[in-house]
């Protein structure tokens, strides 16, 4: 005994998908992409005072390297490295 179509072996899911697309297109609404930008992205972009002041930081430090009076405090350097590992 021979049975066939059992099953959903007959869907194209591929063509099914063509003919809302087709279909949209004829009603005249053309199916477009959409973008959201989250708040925390926003903010991310946005340049805060908090990134101004480590830039100033920065060239005032460069400058002081690049002049050679720059000066390290191994205190400073070992109580941060302390606090690192014992946190």
């Keep these: 005994m021979k049975i066939n179509n059992i099953g959903n072996q007959n869907i194209n899911p591929y063509q099914r ?3 809302k697309l087709n279909s949209a297109e004829k009603s005249g609404k053309s199916p477009s992409d959409k973008i959201e930008i989250s708040t925390a992205a926003k903010e991310m972009q946005e340049v ?7 830039q100033a930081k920065v060239e005032a ?3 002081q390297v690049q002049s050679g009076n720059y000066t390290i405090d191994p205190k400073a350097i070992a109580k941060g490295l302390n606090h690192f590992y014992q946190s």
């Design 17 to 19: 998908n063509m003919n």
């Design 48 to 54: 805060s005072k908090l990134g101004k002041e480590r």
């Design 61 to 63: 430090l460069k400058d």
